[in-house]
């Protein structure tokens, strides 16, 4: 079985083990894009921002109170997020899993469908979709999956009004100034000690990796190295080098490589990382 986000296969005897102790729903926790199998059991991924904020903007616009809606992500599942519907307003909840720290955790997301007559210093998406003070910035992906969103659920309710869309900061994210709208597949990965084991175990099943420090690098990854299996590992690239006795490639952005490397000059990475065969900077 296949991970739907990062496309890795699962080792056959952490399927089996799951059987064995007669789990039933394993296929569908896999495919749901929600669920990391390991050799210890599962870890759950949290919603981005993004798709938080499209599940608020959805229940404002639908035509009935819902306890959950259907969200579309970038990499095409759709996940339920649960909701809450009050008049012609929407509210959701991002939710980490079982991420070790997310600033963001529990943010609260509040769409309301109204005209919005005065516009000029709110950001905005096409003239439908605005943001309240506490949002800073949308990233262009997050824009992309709240149009989407947005035009599904035009059809789906017969609502073409405009949505107004502001966040609450609970817990962490209070220190936050300002929130980020991000998110490149909707999903979150849980990092902690055993994502990134049991990843380590993952990639050994491959001869030719190619690691990554994230999502984008890992789409380039994929482009140009197509005969490595791409692997995300963010800040843990030197633990998956350590670990690997195949060939290696480096993809990765200059900000996250000089925070593993200290630097991300490519002859000193490789220097310092002798089992790498490549860096790309990109």
Known sequence: MQDPIELYSYPKDWIMERKRRGEKRIEEKIYSG???????????????????ASAAMIAAMADEE????????????????????????????????DHGFDATSSTIFVAIKKEIKNNINLININ??????????????AAKKQLMENY??????YDCEESIFLDAIFRGKSEKIEGLAILGTTGFVEPWCDELVKAKILIAKQYDKIAVTTGRESWKLAREIYKDYQPFVFGVHLKEIISSHDGEIVIVGKPGLLKKVFGFYDKDKILKEARNVSEVFIC
Do not use: H
Not at 127 to 140: E, L, R
């Open 151 to 156: 035009k599904i659920a035009c059809e789906k």
């Open 127 to 140: 003239n439908k979709i605005f943001f309240g003070k506490n949002v800073s910035y949308v990233s262009d």
């Open 66 to 97: 819902l306890d959950f809606v259907k969200v579309k992500t970038p990499v095409g599942i759709e996940i339920k997020v649960p909701t809450m519907k009050r008049k012609n307003s929407g509210i959701a909840m991002k939710f980490s899993g």
């Open 34 to 52: 929600l669920y990391i199998l390991t050799p210890e059991g599962w870890l759950r991924r949290g919603i981005t921002t993004a798709t938080a």
